[in-house]
T-cell receptor, first 113, second 114 residues
């Protein structure tokens, strides 16, 4: 199967920086996504990486290392509204099933004052 | 754009009853995904379609679950008969392969089987 691992929970302080890690199986890899999900709501897109390196978008950045099967999401200047679940998702392409998007269990981030 | 539209938003049903969840993808999107989310198992891919054709249904739990996409603007996920362990949030999502890789989720259908 396609395994995606990320920490279950993290806690950080308002104004600080937090890094959420994600590791995945590399076979068939074709892109990594980060989604944010507030309680009771649908996941919303944050970032997408397909090449190695850092993608920056405002307070959020996402990093990818394909050789290591590793990504992280970096959140800067944390705000209370950043308290949410952060989902790592990997697109796997096989010979018979392209575009398959598999999600990790999610990391619940709690931002404290 | 109206986004991905799902119905019903909430449903409570008795064990053994048939449940039908509906989804209207974003117009022009050629991929449609059905996911199920629970606290224990997270967000699981059940089945996905490309151009109305099922590509991978390996995530469908058992024969009680079936999904159809009769045209580009409509899909259903049916559970018959329903069981309490089917209680979950069911999300539909769609993607336009031509313009990017982002998938967009509907608001979800919150199912409770008692």
């Amino acid at each position: 199967g396609q395994n995606i691992d990320q920490p279950t929970e993290m806690t950080a302080t308002e104004g600080a920086i937090v890094q959420i890690n994600c590791t995945y199986q590399t076979s068939g890899f074709n892109g990594l996504f980060w989604y944010q999900q507030h309680a009771g709501e649908a996941p919303t897109f944050l970032s997408y990486n397909v090449l190695d390196g850092l993608e920056e978008k405002g307070r959020f950045s996402s990093f990818l290392s394909r050789s290591k099967g590793y990504s992280y999401l970096l959140l800067k200047e944390l705000q209370m509204k950043d308290s949410a679940s952060y989902l790592c998702a990997v697109r796997f392409d096989g010979s018979s099933n392209t575009g398959k998007l598999i999600f990790g269990q999610g990391t619940t981030l709690q931002v404290k004052p | 754009d109206a986004g991905v539209i799902q119905s019903p938003r909430h449903e409570v049903t008795e064990m053994g009853q048939e449940v039908t969840l509906r989804c209207k993808p974003i117009s022009g999107h050629d991929y449609l995904f059905w996911y199920r989310q629970t606290m224990m198992r997270g967000l699981e891919l059940l089945i996905y379609f490309n151009n109305n054709v099922p590509i991978d249904d390996s995530g469908m739990p058992e024969d009680r679950f079936s999904a159809k996409m009769p045209n580009a603007s409509f899909s259903t996920l049916k559970i018959q008969p329903s069981e309490p362990r089917d209680s979950a949030v069911y999300f539909c999502a769609s993607r336009d392969r031509g313009s990017g890789n982002t998938i967009y989720f509907g608001e979800g259908s919150w199912l409770t089987v008692v």
